[in-house]
């Protein structure tokens, strides 16, 4: 469940953001001052932190400026004057947005949303593995493949059987070879299934027969080259 820290002084808007996130299906907490808001930002792990600009104790532009020294957690700051100013110094203090108030909640969800598109995509892009081959790629880590733009629907085996294609380019598999890695060891399928598994993935890759994506390497078994 996503975590969000509400840092907002007035009471009946933190209470209100509270009840809608809630209804969303968020978990959040909310403070009332920036100092007990910093702190709670500091010792836990959150999704988002909603930062209002105005706060007792500690102003937004502060908490952020803190949070950033030691934390990357996305800030969405919000500020009830809509002057460039204000906004300028609460990007430049490290927030990643903000939010003029007062705002429809749907604006907030909307936000909020985008925030995690964009730390989900920072987080997964730098270890996220892509095999490619003509116009077939496959996202290791998800196990997505995909034609093109479009997604591939494959099933485990079939998913499996373009993997090891795709990670042994040019690299002649044998059907024994096939067997071993997709079925295990200890299988009691004939080497055979391999050719009607193979003939079902061709059949993914390419309904017209248009392209050859895995060539038949006669009485030995496959390559993809
Ligand atoms: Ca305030």
Not at 127 to 142: A, G, H, P, Q, R
Request: one cysteine or more; aromatic letters at 8%; charged letters at 30%.
């Amino acid at each position: 469940m996503r975590r969000i820290l509400i840092i907002e002084d007035e009471k009946n808007l933190a209470r209100f953001i509270e009840l809608e996130l809630a209804y969303e299906g968020y978990e959040t907490e909310v403070c009332s001052d920036g100092r007990s808001g910093l702190n709670k930002a500091m010792t836990q792990k959150w999704d988002v932190i909603l930062l209002d600009l105005m706060l007792p104790e500690l102003n937004g532009i502060e908490v952020c400026r803190r949070i950033r020294q030691v934390k990357d957690t996305p800030i969405l700051m919000i500020t009830a004057r809509d002057s460039v100013l204000d906004k300028v110094s609460g990007l430049d203090s490290g927030a990643d947005d903000y939010l003029v108030k007062p705002f429809a909640i749907e604006e907030l969800l909307a936000r909020l949303r985008a925030l995690f598109r964009r730390t989900d995509t920072t987080l997964s892009s730098p270890k996220m593995t892509v095999l490619n081959f003509k116009d077939i790629t496959l996202e290791v880590e998800s196990h997505i493949a995909k034609k093109g733009d479009s997604v591939l629907t494959l099933t485990k085996r079939e998913y499996d059987l373009l993997s090891m294609f795709m990670s042994n380019i040019n690299i002649v598999l044998t059907r024994e070879v096939l067997l071993n890695k997709i079925w295990g060891y200890e299988s009691e399928v004939e080497t055979n299934v391999i050719d009607v598994y193979v003939r079902y993935l061709r059949n993914k890759l390419d309904p017209l027969g248009n392209t050859v994506y895995i060539e038949t390497v006669r009485g030995i078994g496959y390559v993809m080259r």
